[in-house]
């Protein structure tokens, strides 16, 4: 068991290794970052002196060994834009996104869940039919389109919620949370509707067809020929038995929520790690970009590597097949 | 679950009463598509940077709203003797925003800093020899040879107190990893930051012990970046900001048509033209020439010919912008009044030229273009390879965003190219200098100059333009430049960029061409 442990952890460690590889192969294409860095009057001479200075002249081999050496130690560079840690710029940045990650999961369980359960027992009812047709917004609809239709409805013709921002934060210890402010909480709505949209009518169809196929099994005939009462055997009974694959695709969409969380933070122009990363792209920021892409690929290895493990633990017969036959 | 649904339903009818705004009418709040890289207004030598910081430090003279230089922290300066620099009377009693006094101390300091390595703005001081302090508020800058427009190119230099500096370490620029005059700032301005988050927002309040006559009625102002026009347009509308810079082309239209806002156009200080590869032996991406027929004034007036500049204005830039005939603006100090139109659009003239050059069947070519640089960048230059095709010259447009874009023109991987060019100094003579001036490392001339365009008239002129006093005599030699720069089509001048700001319609303000945005001149109504 430990060596199937140590074997997922060595080739985890080896994904990350190429991630960051090919990430630093592409930092060359997405441009040149000397230019943003100098102002108008700069010389030639002024060019290649911050060049060799940011070792942006070696081969991007030698800037990725550089990096990870002192990933290592902890140390992720400065940015080129703000002329700051990394470190410090993404742990500043990281509660915006991770509480805007959180409503919209939570939102999105709660309501997919809800709706799924009862488009499901309501099969054939209009408001069950109207609620499928318009989840396929949810589905088809691009984020951006969504988060710009939400605005203008909601901001723009009503007046009712913010267009952009986080509102006012407090400052809990290095953590900055909108939950504690109304401005904060009203600016969550949108965006946190935005990125769960998505999400949400998701699990809400993953749902209903589960709920379905479990409606139709033997041990709910047999719960309501007992004469249960409807809740008693929709919820008691069916649900339980429907959430086994409904968790598994939860786990697995909790890291997209975050890594997908770019575009909503864009739109929203919402102050997390996401709108980091996309204005590191445009100023061509590479310590910025390298630190996000790396944070996001030990996401969802971490992750991974979590599901794996627990299959493990969960499934006897993988147990026998790993250490047995490979 | 019914229950839960209608609970919801009210809970989300109830929270716009609950959460309705409280905003004050004296609270002011704009929206910028780039957020200033930094505080320190000698590190980074950009218009967001400098714009911005132009509200809290403050120089010796400033622009005014008409662009003319006028006293600020100097209350009168005068010429020493027969041009060897100038002498600057400083303003007494102005205080900074930390209490400490304003003295000829602080002048040095900021000149030592601006001018060291580790700043940006060194180019500014490359004509000063030595600065010297006269008394407590007189200040000697030496200049190596006579600097007429010495004090015009300092409007943007701010001056920093010493002690602060000194106290929190901070006695030079540092833009690599930052220091303490990154992220805080002491000047002597009308407002004083009060919160600075980076990419997030950025609060000014203003300066009560400021030495200027208030204009504005601001008890507070925030400033916002945002990236997305879309989203800045919402918050536009929604009144969630006062201001945006710039409005979406597209969108003037629509927002002139909605009486909670007004847009307020002018003209920006960038002419946006083509540039061609001087000295090329051949051109990279032509399919049919080995020769470079860029290098033949005729083949450059050629495309000047086929160029319909006001159709590109009425349909791309939908009349917000000006055509033009020179590298700088009307705006701008040094403007060749005497200077005539360039070559008209005329198809015809085009071919026959293009056939007296020897290309009468026309040639192809690589046309490089960014396409998130300038106000549709990418829509005018399809525009320009659409009727370069029907004077026989056909382009391969090659558009790509400006962070690619630099190094390709650097590295020459061009046949033709788009530059738009905004002089620092408001001067004529300014983009002589970067862009028509022999390229010279080591004296720092045409270091924009990619093609090397060299013209031995135009290198005798230049030092004598920036030294000559006397301005007829000066505006001569300037107006020769233009006429050899048209003549010789070393760029094709297209048009000056627009500036379109949209604010809330209770908002007054004034918009420079240097789109600086000034808040000490905004007043809510």
Redesign the interface.
């Known amino acids: 068991m430990l060596a199937y442990i140590i074997r997922r952890m060595a080739q985890s460690a080896l994904v990350l290794l190429i991630v960051g590889l090919v990430a630093f192969a592409m930092f060359h294409f997405v441009g040149d970052p000397i230019d943003n860095m100098l102002g108008q009057e700069r010389t030639a001479d002024d060019i290649e002196r911050l060049r060799k200075q940011l070792g942006l002249d070696r081969p991007f081999v030698v800037q990725y060994f550089k990096f990870l050496e002192n990933a290592v130690q902890g140390n992720f560079g400065m940015s080129y834009r703000q002329g700051r840690p990394v470190i410090d710029i993404l742990l500043e940045r990281a509660p915006a996104t991770l509480e805007l990650a959180a409503v919209s999961g939570i939102l999105a369980i709660v309501f997919g869940i809800a709706l799924g359960v009862f488009t499901a027992i309501k099969r054939k009812g209009f408001a069950a039919n109207a609620i499928m047709s318009v989840s396929l917004i949810g589905v088809s609809l691009p984020t951006f389109l969504i988060g710009i239709l939400l605005i203008y409805l909601f901001s723009v013709e009503l007046g009712w919620l913010p267009s952009f921002g986080r509102g006012n934060v407090v400052d809990l210890g290095g953590w900055s949370t909108g939950f504690l402010t109304t401005s904060g909480l009203k600016a969550l709505i949108l965006p946190s509707i935005t990125l769960g949209l998505y999400q949400m009518t998701l699990i809400m169809r993953l749902v209903r067809s589960e709920m379905l196929e479990v409606l139709r099994q033997d041990y709910i005939r047999f719960a309501r020929a007992r004469g249960l009462r409807d809740r008693n055997v929709h919820f008691r009974h069916a649900l339980k038995n429907t959430m086994v694959p409904v968790i598994t695709v939860i786990g697995l969409q909790l890291g997209s929520i975050i890594a997908f969380a770019i575009i909503t933070e864009t739109v929203f122009q919402w102050p997390g790690v996401g709108l980091l990363f996309i204005n590191a792209i445009q100023f061509v920021d590479i310590p910025v970009m390298a630190a996000y892409l790396m944070l996001i690929s030990v996401m969802f290895v971490g992750i991974n590597l979590i599901v794996d493990i627990l299959y493990f633990f969960i499934d006897p017969r993988l147990r026998v097949d790993r250490t047995g036959g490979h | ?2 229950r ?2 209608r609970s919801a339903a009210c809970a989300a009818a109830l ?2 009463a ?2 309705a705004s409280t905003a004050q009418a004296e609270e002011f709040s704009w929206a910028v598509t780039t957020d200033p ?2 505080l320190d207004p000698h ?4 218009a967001a940077v400098l714009g911005f910081l132009n509200n809290t430090y403050e120089g010796l003279v400033r622009r005014n709203k008409d662009m003319r230089i006028e006293p600020a922290l100097a209350t009168s300066w005068e010429p020493i003797g027969a041009g060897e620099g100038w002498r600057f009377h400083l303003r007494e009693g102005v205080t900074f925003q930390d209490g400490s006094a304003f003295t000829a101390e602080d002048v040095l300091f900021s000149y030592q800093r601006a001018a060291s390595p580790e700043a ?2 060194a ?2 001081f490359s004509p000063v020899s030595d600065v010297k302090i006269v008394d407590e508020f007189t200040v000697d800058f030496l200049t190596t040879s006579p600097n007429p427009i010495f004090p015009d190119s300092i409007a943007n230099w701010m001056i920093m107190d010493s002690g602060w500096a000194e106290a929190n370490a901070a006695e030079r620029p ?5 220091n303490y005059a ?2 805080n700032a002491n000047g002597t301005g009308a407002f004083q930051v009060t919160s600075r988050e ?3 927002r950025t609060v000014l309040e203003p300066f009560e012990g400021w030495w200027g006559e208030v204009e504005h009625n601001i008890t507070r102002a925030e400033m ?5 026009p ?3 347009l ?2 536009l ?4 900001v006062d201001m945006i810079n710039p409005v979406p082309i597209q969108d003037v239209a629509r927002l002139q048509d909605n009486p909670d806002v007004t847009v307020t156009q002018g003209i920006e200080a960038r002419v946006i033209m083509l540039g061609f590869p001087h000295q090329a032996e051949a051109l990279k991406f032509s399919t049919d020439t080995d020769e470079n027929p860029f290098a033949d004034a005729r083949v450059r007036q050629a495309v000047a010919h086929a160029i319909n500049v006001p159709a590109i204005l009425k349909t791309i830039m939908r009349d917000n912008a000006e055509p033009v005939n020179q590298l700088v603006s009307a705006a701008m100090r040094g403007y060749s009044n005497a200077l005539g139109d360039g070559p008209a659009y005329d198809p015809d003239a085009a071919r026959a030229l293009l056939a007296e050059a020897g290309y009468p069947d026309g040639f192809s070519f690589g046309f490089k273009c960014p396409n ?1 640089r300038y106000l549709n960048d990418e829509a005018v230059c399809q525009a320009i390879t659409a009727m370069l095709a029907q004077a026989g010259m056909t382009a391969s447009l090659d558009a790509m ?4 874009y ?2 390709e023109l ?1 590295a020459g991987n061009y046949d033709m190219f788009l530059l738009g060019w ?1 002089p ?1 100094t408001f001067d004529a003579e300014h983009p002589i200098r ?1 862009l028509a001036a022999t390229p010279n ?1 080591a004296q ?1 001339l045409g ?2 100059n990619f093609g090397g365009f060299s013209n031995a008239r135009v290198d005798e002129l230049l030092p004598q333009i920036q030294s000559e006093i006397d301005e007829d005599a000066r505006q001569a030699m300037l107006d020769e430049v233009a006429q050899i720069l048209q003549d010789e089509m070393a760029y094709v001048p297209l048009y000056v960029q627009p500036l379109i700001w949209g604010t809330r319609s209770n908002v007054t303000l004034t918009q420079r061409p240097d789109n600086f945005f000034i808040l000490r001149w905004v007043s809510v109504n």
Not at chain 2, 174 to 178: C, I
Not at chain 2, 224 to 228: K, L, S
Not at chain 2, 237 to 240: A, C, I, N
Not at chain 2, 401 to 404: C, D, E, R, Y
């Open positions: 679950m019914l839960l649904l929270a716009p609950i959460l890289q930094t590190a980074v030598n950009t940006d703005t180019s500014w540092d833009k690599e990893s930052g990154t992220l980076p990419g997030l916002t970046p945002i990236q997305n879309a989203t800045a919402a918050a509308l929604s009144g969630d998130n965003p400006v962070q690619n630099w190094p650097r905004s620092g970067f490392e720092k270091s924009w």
